[in-house]
């Protein structure tokens, strides 16, 4: 089900205005960072998510920390509520990994209902990828299951949302665990 509207459409294209001038992402081996279309597709097909501005939030979801973007910016073009999700979901790469980590985990209770749903998207994209053949080669397969783990937690953190979600994080992490630690065993 893909979800077409004019507030999309101007979200793809300011991204897109935007590429050129981004910045690469967190130190090598930390960052896993999940596209914009796959987080859409996480939350329109297999979520059901229809919302446009929750939609609209998550294709700009790492433009504040990915670009010379502004908050301010963000607001003048698509307006408060969307500024605010993705100001809500950006990862403040100023504090050391472990810190972030520390801070997404401390604010994860008071998101709201529309971050939440982002970052459920992104943990559902990021487990994927780093369960999959072709993951970044920094991590390690012991970093992986370190990843899952904590991303465990941080869903636990956030509450109940979007059960259909909740139920998608489960099972790509518990299906990730096997993938990794079946290589790990089959390497040992």
């Keep these: 089900m893909t979800i077409r509207s004019p507030l999309i459409d101007k979200a793809k294209a300011f991204r897109a205005g935007k590429s050129a001038l981004a910045t690469s992402q967190a130190e090598v081996g930390t960052a896993c960072v999940a596209n914009a279309e796959d987080l859409v597709r996480v939350l329109s097909e297999e979520a059901g998510e229809t919302d446009t501005f929750l939609l609209a939030s998550a294709i700009l979801h790492d433009i504040l920390q990915t670009t010379d973007t502004k908050e301010a910016d963000l ?5 408060s509520e969307i500024a605010f999700v993705v100001a809500e979901v950006t990862d403040h ?3 050391s990994p472990v810190t972030r980590k520390a801070l997404r985990m401390r604010s994860a209770p008071s998101l709201s209902r529309k971050a939440k749903l982002i970052k459920l998207a992104e943990v ?3 487990v994927r990828t780093l369960a999959s053949p072709t993951s970044p080669k920094a991590w390690s397969d012991q970093h992986k299951l370190e990843y899952f783990d904590w991303a465990e937690r941080l869903v636990q953190a956030m509450g109940k949302t979007n059960s259909t979600l909740e139920a998608v994080v489960s099972a790509e992490i518990e299906g990730a665990r096997l993938k990794v630690g079946s290589r790990m065993t089959t390497v040992v």
């Design 75 to 79: 607001v003048s073009v698509f307006g």
């Design 124 to 126: 559902i994209e990021s």
């Design 93 to 95: 790469t100023r504090f």
